[in-house]
């Protein structure tokens, strides 16, 4: 539905511009037609009435033709059209509207001589209106902009809140708790070194997720300090390959790859007897990033919803950041399973390429 006939006050609003557009009429009428003020008034207001609503059309010819999309051949023989056409009928309307006038009123007015008017008017009338509705939809597409923003703050608080809710998580801190109280004994120095890991991961994690967009590189420096408590768990069968490449600048979201590799971890490495390298490679063009992570798979791993609700809870934050410029994509293929993320290619200029791995 037309967004002004949702609303009655905005319809009438609308009308009550139109009354000042039968105004002008009228007087071009009287000007240029040689007609009478009263003669003028009486066809003017009444037709102008009628033309708005025909002009309301302009809204759906605009959303058909998005700039963005559209040629300028395109949109300027659409508009033109367009405008001939609904002009056309408002002509045939006032001839009309004339006749009954001459038959059951007083005016005396040859039609052939306000007929011109009338149709240049209404040419410029609704190429105004089409001007209008691409206005509108410029507005509606800033809203919607600025509701996927807002969409975009609300997900990142929740993907932090579930980024320190797993961190505190009875069997991540009691897997590294129990690794620190077995080292006290055997290798004090690894135990200090372990709890010192711990807490800086912790710290760090507070520290990024308070941010809207941080530096691939402190992304993957967040997961290096993760792999390393778990390295201490899992020992030699946790192998691990991060390679930010040249696309350690690039900004993403804090936390992002978080999820991706505990999964790697939890439902990869640790389900296969011998363990598993999980590799991390970005790769930043002019205009995309494109992060993959990879981890072995037993295929006879028991299958858990935890993994499948992580990737997705990164598509829809994704999703509300980037629209459809963003995607997320895995599969399970020959014993590997692979999580590719593509998004727009964000530089910061003053952070350059830390430290990848």
């Known amino acids: ?12 609003l609308y009308l009550a511009l139109w009354i000042i ?17 009263r003669a003028a008034a009486v066809i003017a207001f009444p037709l102008s009435l009628a033309y708005a609503f025909v002009c309301l059309s302009a809204w759906y010819v605009a959303r058909s033709t998005p700039i963005a999309t559209s040629g300028l051949p395109r949109l300027l023989s659409t508009a033109l059209g367009a405008a001939a056409l609904s002009s056309g009928a ?37 190429l105004l209106s089409i001007a209008v509705g691409y206005i509108a939809s410029a507005f509606e597409h800033a809203r919607a902009a600025e509701r996927r923003e807002l969409q975009a703050q609300v997900m ?41 890991l711990l807490g800086d991961f912790l710290r760090e994690s507070l520290s990024l997720g308070a941010a809207e967009r941080i530096p ?17 768990r899992l020992g030699e069968r946790l192998q691990v390959a991060i390679d930010g490449g040249d696309a350690g600048a690039c900004l993403v979201p804090p936390l992002l790859l978080q999820p991706v590799v505990e999964n790697a971890v939890t439902h990869g490495v640790a389900h296969v007897l011998e363990g598993g390298n999980v590799t991390v490679t970005a790769t930043c ?65 003053q952070d350059g390429d830390k430290t990848n791995g």
């Open 1 to 12: 539905m037309h967004p002004l006939l949702a609303r009655g006050e905005r319809l009438a």
């Open 216 to 232: 691939l590189s402190r992304e993957l420096a967040l997961l290096h300090r993760y792999l390393a408590i778990e390295r201490v």
């Open 285 to 349: 063009s002019p205009v995309q990033l494109t992060i993959v992570v990879k981890n072995p798979a037993d295929a006879d791993r028991p299958r858990k919803t935890g993994t499948g609700l992580g990737l997705a809870n990164v598509r829809s934050r994704l999703a509300a950041l980037y629209g459809r410029s963003a995607s997320v994509n895995w599969a399970e293929q020959d014993g590997t399973w692979r999580v590719e993320i593509v998004l727009p290619a964000t530089r910061d200029v």
């Open 90 to 126: 408002w002509v045939i309307l006032a001839r009309g509207w004339h006749n009954v006038l001459v038959r059951w009123g007083d005016v005396r007015a040859p039609f052939g001589e306000v007929a011109p008017i009338i149709f240049g008017f209404g040419v410029l009338l609704y």
């Open 21 to 37: 557009v039968g105004a002008l009429l009228a007087s071009l009428l009287a000007g240029e037609g040689g007609l009478s003020t």
């Open 156 to 196: 990142s608080k929740e993907a932090e809140l579930r980024s320190l809710r797993a961190q505190i998580d009875p069997h991540f801190l009691f897997n590294s708790l129990h690794s620190i109280s077995a080292l006290t004994a055997a290798d004090p120095a690894g135990a200090r070194r372990m709890t010192v």
